[in-house]
Structure formats: structure tokens, C-alpha cells
């Protein structure tokens, strides 16, 4: 409902607002800066280019980041190595005393995603957030005095339905993997052949999107999950969604006002509560347990509903 009542307000975001000449160099260098600012110690970790975006503790003190740009547009560098750097906040903080052991690690994939969402998303996307962060871009690139908080945020909090997961937004994200789900489920049951997945892919997306891929390579082929065995992968993605509503929520009551925080260019206090809530605990409790002793109530979808229908009744006018 929510993905509709935006595409009936009529309100388009005007994509300008993000593109322009970035080079490359300048755009390291600005997210390298924000990242140090959430917290990521690059004594322990570094930054390279790659042809995809990932996180890989090789240990607790070697903590390594990729990322790629288009040096046309700010925006997938600067988001793709802050949500990588919401994965190497929890890397470089897993418990010093249980390194090398099952209880030194991430307790999930679902929760190590919820860190990288909360930080990219939650944080990175705010308005509090950029009006620390617009005069450091404009530092970064004089040439982007176009840019500015009355046509960014809303750029921002697009919700338009698109073809490709990676490259989705906020409010359809999570379409993206029910397709993938509902996929795997008929795969698994047997109720769909492997044969016939193309032509089904094509059919849930033109049915949950509205939209169909051209070909393979913008459809099903798109994702490298199920090539290399990960079934069941794609709704950790959800669930980080709505484990980091959550924990958002839960820090916010307890730390009072983020947003002055925020606007401030202070990180510090967010990311101290999720190592004391999450990152120090490793492995030592179940996932859902962990979920429920940082926030103080099980998993559920109601913080991230409520954050989803805030961002559309501010940008979209829909309720």
C-alpha cells in the first residue's frame, strides 16, 4: 500500500540533486571520512576497490572494506562503504577474550546485516545526519553547491519500484526478496523446476513490481546467492531490516535525541550502545534472544512499519 500511495501522490524526486562531476579520489576520501566518524579504526582495517561492495573479517584487527563508484553520482560510494562499514563496526567489536572461537563470532547473518542497514539507512539517510554531513561534501566537491537538504532528502527516501535488489530503495527493498522467497520456497518444494525459473522470476516480478526484466542478466541472474548453494540467504536481509528498526528504536528511547547527536557530526554514543547491546555478546546468545535483551521486547515489524510510513507521509504525503 505504501509503495502505491507514493506513486499516486505524484511527487518525483528529481535524481539532479545527486549527480554531477565526483572524482573518484574525492569520493574515498569523503566516505573514508564519514566512516572513521561512525567509528571504523582503519588501523585494523582498510579500503580497496572492488567490482561488488562486501566486508570480510579476515580477523578482529584485519577488518577489510570494498567499494565502487560512479563518478557521476555520489550516492553508491558513499552509502556502499557506510552500509559495509555498519559490517566492520561489528567485525572490529566482536569480544576480544573469544577470538578464534564459535562465541567470538556474529551471531547471525541477519543481525551482522541489521548493523550495516542501521548505519547506512537509519543514520546516513536522516536529515540530522546531513546537515552535519552537506558542508563536508561541498568541502570535498565545490563544484556540488547543487546539492542541498530540500532536494536531496527526498532523493534519499525515493520509493519507486525497480528491477534490481542491490539497487533498490527503502520502501521496495523488501519486495525484492519476497519474490526471492517465494522462488526458493517452490524450488525447494519441488513445485517449480529450475528449468522454468526464468520465466517465473519474470512472472513475480511483473505481478509484486509491476515491472519485467529484459533478460536474464536484469533478472534472475542478477544475484550470485543461489549459484553458489546460499538458499535461504535472501531474507536475512528483511530480517536486518527489522532487527534494525528495532534496535534504533530501542536506542533512541535510551539515549534521548540522536538527531542533535547527529547534527552534530556525534556517532559515538550510537555506536558505544551497540557494541555494550550487540557486538560484545559475539555468539554467546541466539540471535532472537540477543534481538530481545538489547531492545527489551521479541522481534517484530512494528518499528520498521512505523519508520516506513513516517518516510512516506514526510516525502510522499501518504499514510
Known amino acids: ?14 535524481p539532479a540533486a545527486a549527480r554531477g562531476d565526483f572524482a573518484l579520489e574525492r569520493q574515498l ?19 580497496d576497490p572492488a567490482a561488488h561492495p562486501f566486508c570480510t573479517g579476515i580477523a578482529r584487527d584485519d577488518v577489510r572494506l570494498t567499494w565502487r563508484a560512479d563518478a557521476c553520482d555520489f550516492r553508491p560510494a558513499l552509502f556502499g562503504i557506510l552500509h559495509e562499514t555498519g559490517h566492520g563496526l561489528y567485525e572490529q567489536n566482536l569480544p576480544e577474550e573469544w577470538e578464534h572461537t564459535p562465541i567470538g563470532e556474529a551471531v547471525s547473518l541477519g543481525v551482522h546485516e541489521s548493523q550495516s ?26 563544484g556540488a553547491r547543487h546539492v542541498s537538504l530540500a532536494r536531496l532528502l527526498p532523493l534519499l527516501h525515493t520509493v519507486e519500484p525497480s528491477l534490481n535488489r542491490v539497487e533498490a530503495d527503502q520502501g521496495t527493498y523488501d519486495l525484492h526478496v519476497c519474490v526471492r522467497f517465494e522462488l526458493e520456497r517452490a524450488l525447494i518444494s519441488g513445485a517449480l ?5 526464468p520465466a517465473a522470476w519474470d512472472e513475480a516480478y511483473a505481478r509484486t513490481l509491476g515491472l519485467r526484466p529484459r533478460d536474464a542478466a536484469e533478472g534472475v541472474l542478477q544475484d550470485i546467492h543461489w549459484s553458489m548453494g546460499a538458499f535461504g540467504y535472501f531474507p536475512t536481509y528483511t530480517l536486518g531490516n527489522l532487527i534494525a528498526a528495532q534496535l534504533y528504536a530501542a536506542a533512541r528511547r535510551e539515549l534521548g535525541e540522536l ?21 560484545r555478546h559475539g555468539s554467546f546468545y541466539p540471535a532472537a534472544e540477543l534481538v ?9 515489524s ?4 512505523a519508520q516506513r510510513k513516517a518516510d512516506a507521509a514526510e516525502y510522499y504525503g501518504a499514510g
Do not use: C, M
Open 259 to 279: 538527531d542533535t547527536l547527529f547534527a552534530r557530526g556525534e556517532f559515538q554514543p550510537l555506536h558505544a550502545w551497540l557494541r555494550e547491546k550487540i557486538h
Open 193 to 197: 523446476e529450475v528449468a522454468d525459473l
Open 117 to 142: 542497514r542501521l548505519w547506512e539507512n537509519l543514520v546516513a539517510r536522516s536529515p540530522a545526519f546531513w546537515s552535519w554531513a552537506l558542508p563536508r561534501l561541498h568541502a570535498h566537491f565545490p
Open 302 to 305: 512494528a518499528d520498521y512499519l
Open 29 to 47: 576520501a569523503f566516505a573514508r571520512e564519514i566512516a572513521e566518524r561512525f567509528g571504523f579504526d582503519f588501523a585494523r582495517g582498510r579500503l
Open 292 to 300: 530481545e535483551r538489547a531492545t527489551g521486547r521479541p522481534l517484530a
Open 1 to 14: 500500500p505504501l509503495v502505491r500511495a507514493a506513486a499516486a501522490s505524484g511527487r518525483r524526486p528529481d
